[in-house]
């Protein structure tokens, strides 16, 4: 039933009193409901002195919901229970004897339940077996029945989740949560009324845990509950996953939202008017495929844990490791595994040990029991706590000779990691520590004594409070005042028997509880109470009159005694009261202003909205412009590119009319040179009958026919672009724009660079609401403060948190916008500097000039190129004719002089090698035969001199027109800025190599 509201007021009073009294009347209650507030209370109360009272309270009333049931009763449950024999009985004997080990508190066999529950089979017994585990277990048992949440029968499931509720810790609602999805009914009811059984706040606090978890289970789950916490910070939480790579992620955050957003939720509307349509869901063969083809989503966390370690200074490396680690949660635990054999520093590997063991993972396990063995004290130390924080039965007993290792930390570990173990005593341990006479000893054995909390060793503290260390004495005191808090009781110790101190039992406390919370009409007391209330009537009967008179007496002497205890029981109360009224004056007075910010900060909200509507008219103008201006930027480019071509084609021109000037150069000194060594040698022919021996060398003639193979290619080359050129021209011509072309596309450039101006309101107006979030984001934080101060479970802090998460997130999109904003300013004024047309108008000028210069010369080269071809053909030919008569003069004298050298051989060699020069370097192509070559020494020098006379004449013409064109160029070449070269033209040719030589 749910809890009454004057319970659930004192719950929520700031006072310890109030919250007694509540724990009071939750422990007469002694419902579900109860359970589940007063383990709420034990976990995240601010009093140790309240947490203590409601663990108490929680440990009575457990036992008291034990029901009692004739057919449990009816079962005779065997001394020594083992697994064997429950395993050796039926489905109905199994059951029967549970309810009979849950109705007689029979923690005693929790070992053996534990030790057949992975055997188990049966769904029935496997559903009351995990119960049993719940009602006698503890927290470290919650890692056998959470795998229980995801068994396929309905009903494990369902008593998983109330066995769960048992062990009494918050932090398992968090693996409950998923189930509120579950196919079965029961199984969402339980799950649901977990859910609900949590103050809100609470319950918040656990959803930001599982969301921050790193397990995609617990955030799928978590973003699913949140859907029922109407609020912007519901909404806040759940934005970070629209972007999520997983896909059950995604979904997930936009079905959440979308419902927000359809109760109202101000951020949840925002988010939502930016997601896409929902689009019918695909068929299940393609989401099957589609979801093979998913690339993994990027281990962010794992690779920042391992450039953790790879950190050089090693209290740095601590904490990334342990921050890292802590966001990882159990996916940390193989890196930190894998990496312990490479950390040299003994500090890291404690802090390890730890971490390993706060993840409560038994595959750390191994490697926690080697580090028993490490040669650090700190180390094994860590490594004893972690172990006995994992609580595995096996390696606990690994825990017991270090009950007596010489290091007190290892000692002082070891015995608070097996104070539960069955079999185990750790009393001499401890009674060791506290009579050695060593300081660090007596120390860890304080530390440890409270940490137990058990009354049987508080001798031991009082007898630590005469040290002779001071440290020590420190140490108790404030341990004993810690434990006097809690309720706990010191006497003086006995100075001859050495009695232990009387202190408070269960019962004590369970009688305390309920007089906190007064006595109820509805119940009676136990049976002991009933018992002394009759045997005091039937005593009464025998009393006589004069007995009577007495009691009188004594009854009006006790109340002259109590009116002064009256009196100060009253101030006491006049005193409460005025505490009170105080407290609810400090209430309102931090309500009000907790009101003020809330008023101010969602005005300050609202306006968010307004601004960022503002940049995005002031963008959108600009996107506008800049489409229209990127026409006219595609415009310009397609203007530039014909005015280029125009430019490189006037450049080829005057490129073609240069190689065609060297070729004519070339040709024309060798025609020369040709023609004042055979005129010289007809000289020579009477006096001299080998004019050329001696003169003209065969390596000087085939170097020039070598030559000539490159005229030969920029003569070809030339034609080739002379044929096309007429076509080129006129396309140049025609492709080139007009100047007001360019100066139309301009004027949109122009205007482009008048839209900048609408940026700056919009700029300035995020600017302010950015400064005036932070401001109302401080007051806001200055509220909560106070009204935490003044009632830390009040309403409105949830308010004020949504509120000031809501305010971050609306400051982060200003910033984003304004980052977008401005790109976008950056992007047109980049396009309007763009847009400047001197310098591409000036281009023109020069393009339709050089078509223009030309224009005229082009008529003229197309006859050039054949003329040239015509000289060096009768070049070629003299050179070769002329090489052949060198070379029968160099056999001739070389026969008179050697008759060993085959000559035969260097003939016919040479004149191979003639005949392939002559077929590359001849510009008409001619070809000639060895036969044809051999004859060349023969050829009358006068009929050689005829046909060098010939080319001459060709030259000259060629000459001629090279002169024209070169003056056509020149009279343009100031206007087009032609780079013409006329000087090869008129200038004397230079001497040749075969020139000088001869």
Same mark, same amino acid.
């Given at each position: 039933m749910p809890i009454d509201e004057l319970v659930e007021s004192f719950l929520k009073s700031p006072d310890e009193q109030d919250r007694k009294k509540a724990i009071g009347a939750l422990f007469r209650t002694a419902d579900r409901d109860s359970v589940i507030a007063l383990q709420q209370i034990a976990e995240i109360d601010e009093s140790l002195e309240v947490r203590f009272y409601a663990r108490k309270a929680l440990a009575a009333v457990k036992s008291m919901r034990r029901p009692k049931t004739e057919e449990a009763a009816a079962v005779i449950i065997p001394e020594s229970l083992d697994a064997e024999m429950f395993m050796s009985l039926d489905e109905g004997?199994?059951?029967?004897?549970?309810?009979?080990?849950?109705?007689?508190?029979?923690?005693?066999?929790?070992?053996?339940?534990?030790?057949?529950?992975? #055997?188990?089979?049966?769904?029935?017994?496997?559903?009351?077996?995990?119960?049993?585990?719940?009602?006698?277990?503890?927290?470290?048992?919650?890692?056998?029945?959470?795998?229980?949440?995801?068994?396929?029968?309905?009903? !494990?499931?369902?008593?998983?989740?109330?066995?769960?509720?048992?062990?009494?810790?918050?932090?398992?609602?968090?693996?409950?949560?998923?189930?509120?999805?579950?196919?079965?009914?029961?199984?969402?009811?339980?799950?649901?009324?977990?859910?609900?059984?949590?103050?809100?706040?609470?319950?918040?606090?656990?959803?930001?845990?599982?969301?921050?978890?790193?397990?995609?289970?617990?955030?799928?789950?978590?973003?699913?509950?949140?859907?029922?916490?109407?609020?912007?910070?519901?909404?806040?939480?759940? #934005?970070?996953?629209?972007?999520?790579?997983?896909?059950?992620?995604?979904?997930?955050?936009?079905?959440?939202?979308?419902?927000?957003?359809?109760?109202?939720?101000?951020?949840?509307?925002?988010?939502?008017?930016?997601?896409? !349509?929902?689009?019918?869901?695909?068929?299940?063969?393609?989401?099957?495929?589609?979801?093979?083809?998913?690339?993994?989503?990027?281990?962010?966390?794992?690779?920042?844990?391992?450039?953790?370690?790879?950190?050089?200074?090693?209290?740095?490396?601590?904490?990334?490791? @342990?921050?890292?680690?802590?966001?990882?949660?159990?996916?940390?635990?193989?890196?930190?595994?894998?990496y312990l054999d490479r950390e040299p520093d003994p500090l890291v590997v404690g802090k390890i040990y730890i971490l390993l063991g706060r993840l409560y993972e038994p595959r750390a396990l191994p490697c926690l029991l080697a580090g028993l063995r490490h040669k650090d004290d700190r180390c094994r130390a860590n490594a004893v706590e972690a172990i006995g924080m994992i609580g595995e039965p096996n390696s606990l007993s690994e825990l017991v000779p270090f009950l007596e290792d010489p290091h007190n930390r290892v000692r002082g570990n070891a015995i608070l990691a097996l104070r539960s173990v069955t079999g185990v005593d750790i009393s001499k341990p401890l009674q060791d520590l506290a009579d050695s006479s060593e300081e660090l000893y007596q120390r860890t054995a304080v530390y440890a004594l409270s940490e137990l909390q058990r009354v049987e060793y508080f001798p031991l503290l009082q007898k630590l409070s005469k040290s002779s260390f001071q440290i020590v004495r420190k140490n108790v005191q404030t341990a004993v005042n810690a434990l006097k808090k809690a309720g706990y009781y010191f006497p003086e110790l006995s100075t001859e028997g050495g009695?232990?101190?009387?202190?408070?039992?269960?019962?004590?406390?369970?009688?305390?509880?309920?007089?906190?919370?007064?006595?109820?009409?509805?119940?009676?007391?136990?049976?002991?109470?009933?018992?002394?209330?009759?045997?005091?009537?039937?005593?009464?009967?025998? !009393?006589?009159?004069?007995?009577?008179?007495?009691?009188?007496?004594?009854?009006?002497?006790?109340?002259?005694?109590?009116?002064?205890?009256?009196?100060?029981?009253?101030?006491?109360?006049?005193?409460?009261?005025? &505490?009170?009224?105080?407290?609810?004056?400090?209430?309102?007075?931090?309500?009000?202003?907790?009101?003020?910010?809330?008023?101010?900060?969602?005005?300050?909200?609202?306006?968010?909205?307004?601004?960022?509507?503002?940049?995005?008219?002031?963008?959108?103008?600009?996107?506008?412009?800049?489409?229209?201006?990127?026409?006219?930027?595609?415009?310009? $480019?397609?203007?530039?590119?014909?005015?280029?071509?125009?430019?490189?084609?006037?450049?080829?021109?005057?490129?073609?009319?240069?190689?065609?000037?060297?070729?004519?150069?070339?040709?024309?000194?060798?025609?020369?040179?040709?023609?004042?060594?055979?005129?010289?040698?007809?000289?020579?022919?009477?006096?001299?009958?080998?004019?050329?021996?001696?003169?003209? @060398?065969?390596?000087?003639?085939?170097? $020039?026919?070598?030559?000539?193979?490159?005229?030969?290619?920029?003569?070809?080359?030339?034609?080739?672009?002379?044929?096309?050129?007429?076509?080129?021209?006129?396309?140049?011509?025609?492709?080139?724009?007009?100047?007001? @072309?360019?100066?139309?596309?301009?004027?949109?450039?122009?205007?482009?660079? &008048?839209?900048?101006?609408?940026?700056?309101?919009?700029?300035?107006?995020?600017?302010?609401?950015?400064?005036?979030?932070?401001?109302?984001?401080?007051?806001?934080?200055?509220?909560?403060e106070a009204l935490i101060r003044a009632n830390p479970r009040h309403k409105v802090l949830e308010e004020l948190s949504a509120l000031k998460t809501s305010l971050f997130d609306g400051r982060n999109r200003l910033q984003k916008c304004r980052e977008s904003l401005l790109a976008a300013i950056k992007a047109t004024v980049d396009l309007a500097r763009s847009g400047n047309p001197s310098e591409l108008l000036t281009d023109l000028n020069t393009a339709v000039a050089g078509l223009e210069a030309v224009a005229k010369p082009a008529t003229l080269l197309p006859d050039i190129p054949g003329m040239l071809s015509k000289s060096q053909a009768s070049v070629v030919r003299a050179l070769a004719i002329l090489h052949q008569k060198v070379l029968a003069e160099t056999v001739s004298v070389g026969i008179e002089a050697d008759f060993t050298t085959n000559w035969d051989s260097v003939v016919s060699s040479e004149s191979e090698r003639i005949v392939t020069l002559y077929g590359n370097a001849h510009a008409l192509n001619g070809r000639v035969s060895v036969e044809d070559v051999s004859g060349f020494s023969n050829i009358d020098l006068i009929d050689l001199d005829d046909e060098l006379q010939a080319a001459a004449v060709i030259i000259t013409n060629t000459t001629a027109y090279l002169s024209n064109v070169s003056a056509f160029l020149e009279t343009a070449s100031s206007e087009a800025a032609l780079p013409v070269d006329s000087g090869a033209v008129k200038g004397e040719p230079e001497k040749s190599a075969t020139a000088s030589g001869s």
């Open positions: 004997q199994k059951c029967a004897l549970l309810k009979a080990l849950i109705d007689q508190n029979r923690a005693d066999s929790l070992k053996c339940l534990l030790a057949v529950m992975p #055997a188990e089979q049966n769904p029935r017994v496997l559903a009351t077996l995990v119960i049993a585990i719940g009602v006698f277990g503890t927290l470290v048992e919650c890692r056998v029945l959470i795998p229980c949440l995801s068994h396929r029968d309905a009903r !494990v499931r369902a008593n998983t989740i109330e066995a769960l509720e048992m062990l009494g810790n918050l932090k398992l609602f968090a693996y409950i949560f998923p189930l509120l999805e579950d196919p079965d009914n029961r199984v969402r009811a339980n799950a649901a009324r977990s859910l609900k059984s949590i103050e809100p706040f609470t319950s918040f606090r656990l959803l930001q845990a599982m969301i921050s978890s790193g397990k995609i289970a617990f955030q799928a789950s978590a973003i699913f509950v949140l859907r029922c916490f109407e609020s912007d910070a519901s909404a806040a939480l759940v #934005a970070p996953f629209l972007d999520n790579p997983h896909e059950e992620l995604r979904h997930k955050s936009e079905q959440t939202l979308r419902m927000l957003a359809n109760k109202g939720v101000s951020r949840a509307v925002e988010l939502v008017a930016s997601l896409p !349509v929902p689009v019918e869901p695909a068929a299940a063969g393609e989401i099957i495929q589609e979801i093979s083809d998913q690339p993994e989503p990027e281990q962010d966390g794992s690779f920042r844990l391992e450039q953790a370690f790879a950190i050089q200074d090693s209290r740095e490396r601590l904490e990334v490791i @342990e921050k890292e680690s802590v966001q990882l949660g159990d996916k940390a635990v193989e890196p930190l595994i894998s009695a232990g101190p009387a202190v408070k039992d269960d019962g004590e406390i369970v009688d305390l509880i309920i007089n906190m919370a007064g006595k109820s009409s509805g119940r009676s007391r136990k049976s002991g109470g009933a018992g002394v209330s009759n045997s005091a009537s039937s005593a009464h009967k025998l !009393v006589a009159p004069g007995s009577r008179r007495l009691n009188s007496i004594a009854v009006a002497v006790a109340l002259i005694i109590l009116i002064p205890a009256i009196l100060a029981v009253a101030k006491l109360a006049m005193d409460y009261n005025n &505490e009170l009224a105080v407290k609810a004056a400090v209430v309102e007075t931090a309500l009000n202003h907790a009101q003020n910010a809330l008023k101010k900060g969602r005005a300050v909200f609202d306006e968010i909205s307004v601004v960022m509507n503002q940049v995005t008219e002031s963008q959108a103008a600009f996107e506008r412009e800049c489409a229209v201006v990127a026409v006219a930027q595609k415009k310009l $480019e397609k203007i530039r590119s014909a005015i280029d071509s125009a430019l490189a084609l006037t450049a080829a021109v005057t490129d073609t009319f240069r190689s065609l000037q060297n070729a004519h150069q070339v040709i024309d000194k060798n025609c020369h040179d040709l023609l004042t060594m055979v005129g010289e040698a007809r000289k020579m022919l009477s006096e001299k009958p080998r004019p050329f021996t001696g003169v003209v @060398e065969i390596k000087q003639l085939k170097a $020039e026919l070598e030559s000539l193979v490159t005229v030969k290619a920029d003569i070809e080359e030339a034609i080739a672009f002379i044929a096309k050129l007429p076509a080129s021209l006129q396309r140049a011509q025609s492709d080139l724009p007009k100047a007001t @072309e360019i100066e139309q596309e301009q004027a949109r450039f122009k205007k482009l660079s &008048e839209v900048l101006p609408l940026a700056d309101k919009p700029l300035a107006s995020l600017d302010a609401l950015q400064a005036s979030i932070g401001d109302e984001s401080a007051r806001i934080g200055e509220a909560e």
